[in-house]
């Protein structure tokens, strides 16, 4: 039932959360609430971004590292830069709790090149991890994302502030 009650699109942004309606009950801010982990048999589907395949949480640093080493070198030689191209990206996501979160994201490569706001301006980012999990995390609770991705390149909202490797 708690499953059901759950709107992973409005979770973080429709109000506190109430848990327990009786004596005692608990009042979260939901700004200040990172992740929540489902695990579950019943189904739950992914809500993802527009040509965005699967998001799936890695068990930690060690499986993105190793990812990363195998795939980096492979990327850099063979950027995707057609419509229709897998893309492909290892994200770390680190939180305003201090911990991290990783993970493996597929798709495919579409006209428009702003990874950043496909992927970062959705009111919930979810991923899925073996055996039946699912997380929802806070876009608003992301302190810093690092993103390796497979595309040639990526356009980026009018606004921020850029700086490059070189500078920091």
Not at 70 to 78: N, R
Not at 106 to 135: E, K
Not at 150 to 166: C, I, K, M, N, Y
Request: aromatic content about 10%; overall charge negative.
């Amino acid at each position: 039932m708690l499953l059901t009650r759950l709107n992973p699109q409005r979770v973080f942004t429709s109000g506190p959360i109430v848990i327990g309606v009786l004596n005692p009950f608990s009042v979260l801010n939901p700004d200040e609430v990172c992740w929540i982990e489902i695990e579950t048999d019943l189904p739950v589907t992914c809500i993802l971004p527009e040509h965005v395949q699967s998001v799936r949480k890695l068990a930690g640093r060690e499986e993105y590292e190793a990812i990363l080493s195998q795939q980096w070198p492979l990327w850099m030689k063979f950027k995707k830069s057609k419509v229709g191209d897998l893309l492909e990206a290892l994200v770390e996501i680190s939180l305003r709790s201090g911990e991290s979160i990783f993970l493996h994201v597929t798709g495919t490569v579409t006209n428009t090149n702003l990874l950043v706001d496909a992927f970062f301006h959705q009111p919930v980012i979810m991923a899925s991890y073996a055996p039946n999990g699912t997380v929802y995390i806070n876009p608003k609770c992301i302190v810093r994302s690092r993103v390796y991705h497979s595309r040639q390149e990526v356009d980026f909202p009018d606004g921020l502030w850029f700086a490059e490797t070189d500078d920091i």
